[in-house]
C-alpha cells in the first residue's frame, strides 16, 4: 500500500492513494485506518482508491483535541480530494466514514457522485445510544490505567451484551485499550460518540446521487435498522444485507468486495 504525508496546517495527515481508474475516496471507521478499507475493498473494477487516515486514527497526528469530530474529518477529505483533483467522486466509508460521506454528499455535492454507505452507526441525530460504549471506554481510560480500565470493562454489562450478541463488536471494542496514547484515545472517543453527521433527515431525503448502502445483523455498534433507515430515505437507494463479522468473517468480507464491486460496475452502465 502507497501512503502520502497531507499537510493541514501544522497537522500532518497520512493516506493511500493506490491504482488507477474512477476515483473512490473511502473512509475508515472510528479507530481505524486505510488497512480496515483494503480489508474490504474489491480489487474490480479498478479503481483509484483514496483513504484518508482521519486525524487521531492510523498514523496521521491528533492536532488540537477540540477540533476532533465528524465535521473536522469531513473537512479534511473534502481538501485532500480538492488537492488531489479526484472529485466529482464515488466517496464512501465504514461506520464513521459513512457518517463522513453522507455529510459531504449533503454538503459537499460538487464532489460526490456516488456514495456508500457501508454498516452506519448514525442516522441524523448526534449521540446515539449505539455509540455509548465508546463513550464508557473513553470515561474508564480517563480514570484508570489501560490494564484496569479493560479489567472493568470486561466486567461491565456492555462487554457481557456485545459479548452475546455481537463477538466482533467486543474485539473492535477491546482494542482501544491497547492504543499508544491514553489521552488522545480518550479525547477521540469522547468526541465523536457525543457527534453526529451534522445533517438533516430533510436533506439526506433530497440527495440525488446513486447509493448503496450495506447493512449486517449481529451488530450492536451498526444496527440494521440505521442501514435500512437510511436506505429508505435516500431516494432509489440500493440495500444490501451481508453476513455478520461476528457470525462469518470471511463470508463478511467477500460480500463486502462483491457488493461494493457491482455497485461501481453499475455506475459505469
Not at 55 to 69: C, F, K, M, T
Not at 155 to 164: L, P
Not at 187 to 213: F, H, K, Q, Y
Request: net charge negative.
Amino acid at each position: 500500500m502507497t501512503f502520502h504525508t497531507f499537510d493541514r496546517g501544522e497537522l500532518a495527515l497520512r493516506y493511500a492513494d493506490i491504482g488507477n481508474g474512477p476515483a473512490v475516496v473511502f473512509q475508515h471507521g472510528l479507530g481505524g485506518d486505510a488497512a480496515q478499507v483494503a480489508e474490504v475493498f474489491p480489487d474490480a473494477p479498478p479503481t483509484r482508491r483514496v483513504t484518508l487516515e482521519c486525524r487521531a486514527q492510523g498514523l496521521s497526528e491528533p492536532g488540537s483535541y477540540d477540533a476532533l469530530s465528524i465535521a473536522t474529518f469531513a473537512d479534511d477529505v473534502a481538501t485532500l480530494a480538492e488537492h488531489l483533483a479526484v472529485g466529482p467522486a464515488v466517496f464512501g466509508g465504514i461506520s464513521m466514514g459513512a457518517a463522513i460521506s453522507m455529510r459531504l454528499a449533503v454538503k459537499r455535492p460538487d464532489l460526490v457522485c456516488a456514495l456508500v454507505l457501508a454498516r452506519p452507526a448514525w442516522l441524523f441525530a448526534p449521540a446515539p445510544d449505539n455509540m455509548k460504549p465508546f463513550g464508557e471506554i473513553a470515561g474508564l481510560l480517563a480514570a484508570h490505567d489501560p490494564r484496569d480500565a479493560r479489567a472493568a470493562f470486561d466486567r461491565s454489562e456492555t462487554a457481557a451484551r456485545a459479548a452475546r450478541e455481537a463477538p466482533d463488536n467486543l474485539a473492535s471494542l477491546g482494542g482501544f485499550f491497547d492504543r499508544a496514547n491514553p489521552a488522545t484515545t480518550v479525547a477521540l472517543l469522547s468526541a465523536i460518540s457525543r457527534d453526529g453527521p451534522g445533517v438533516s433527515e430533510a436533506e439526506v431525503r433530497a440527495l440525488a446521487v446513486p447509493t448503496l448502502v450495506i447493512g449486517t445483523a449481529e451488530d450492536i455498534v451498526h444496527p440494521l435498522d440505521y442501514a435500512q433507515t437510511l436506505a429508505g430515505t435516500i431516494p432509489g437507494a440500493t440495500l444490501v444485507q451481508i453476513p455478520s463479522k461476528s457470525i462469518d468473517r470471511t463470508g463478511h468480507i467477500v460480500a463486502f468486495k462483491a457488493a461494493v464491486g457491482d455497485f461501481l460496475r453499475g455506475l459505469d452502465g
